[in-house]
């Protein structure tokens, strides 16, 4: 069973940042990618940031150079680092767990609000 809590989302004006953090539960996160997902009104769901157990990362072109994903193996948490926020990144963001050897299974987080001003 693996649970996770996004926490960090909130309202910020153009070009401030915000970090957002996932605190996951279970006993399965240092073996598992995690990643950001993100949702805006209208739009499909879209990968923003992954990042595996060994630490190596990848980015949403849109986001590269700004946005910075971390995880703490020992605190179970991931972190997303937004920078120079833009208004398009308004959205709902999604914490994510990636487990497995044969096959994979996806877990999801509740989602938080991001709301970037202009």
């Known amino acids: 069973q693996v649970q996770l809590v996004e926490s960090g989302g909130g309202l910020v004006q153009a070009g401030e940042s915000l970090r957002l953090s996932c605190a996951a539960s279970g006993t399965i996160f240092s073996s598992a990618t995690m990643g950001w997902y993100r949702q805006a009104p209208g739009k499909q769901r879209e990968l923003v940031a992954t990042i595996t157990n060994g630490g190596s990362t990848n980015y949403a072109d849109s986001v590269k150079d700004r946005f910075t994903i971390t995880r703490d193996n020992a605190k179970k948490t991931c972190n997303l680092q937004m920078t120079s926020l833009k208004p398009a990144a308004t959205a709902v963001y999604y914490c994510?767990?990636?487990?497995?050897?044969?096959?994979?299974?996806?877990?999801w987080g509740q989602g938080t609000q991001v709301t970037v001003s202009s």
């Open positions: 994510t767990l990636r487990y497995g050897s044969t096959g994979y299974t996806y877990y």
